[in-house]
Nanobody
Framework: QVRLVESGGGSVQAGGSLKLSCTAP????????MGWFRQIPGKEREGIAV?????????DYDDSVKGRFTLSFDNAKNTLYLQMDNLKPDDSAMYYC???????????????????WGQGTQVTVSS
């Protein structure tokens, strides 16, 4: 079973940037569907970005982050990145990455059938 580790969170001012990393110490990434999600205490988890490697890679983003967030993958480092630019206070949340035991990414926004949830990394954006 995949175990993912997120890092790179922090506190920034609105308009700033952060780059989140997601790696797996004992699992080779870059084959199955992977996504980034975020959650605020008391609210449901929301999917913000997904990457399908099979036949791609192809990415998809939630409208709330489209044009500001960018996914990338480094094979050599076995790491998925989420570059976050022009951050807004509404982006403040705990961010998680997860992977599916499948190459398919359909219906990804709810986090259904994703696994390997790590401890998350906190992003705080101040106005």
């Amino acid at each position: 079973q995949v175990r993912l580790v997120e890092s790179g969170g922090g506190s920034v001012q609105a308009g700033g940037s952060l780059k989140l990393s997601c790696t797996a110490p004992t699992y080779t990434l870059g084959r199955n569907c992977m996504g980034w999600f975020r959650q605020i205490p008391g609210k449901e988890r929301e999917g913000i970005a997904v990457i399908r490697f099979a036949g791609g890679p192809e990415t998809d983003y939630d409208d709330s982050v489209k044009g500001r967030f960018t996914l990338s993958f480094d094979n050599a480092k076995n790491t998925l990145y989420l570059q976050m630019d022009n951050l807004k206070p509404d982006d403040s949340a705990m961010y998680y990455c997860a992977a599916r035991p499948s190459v398919l990414c359909g219906a990804w926004r709810f986090g259904t059938d994703f696994d390997g949830w790590g401890q998350g990394t906190q992003v705080t954006v101040s106005s």
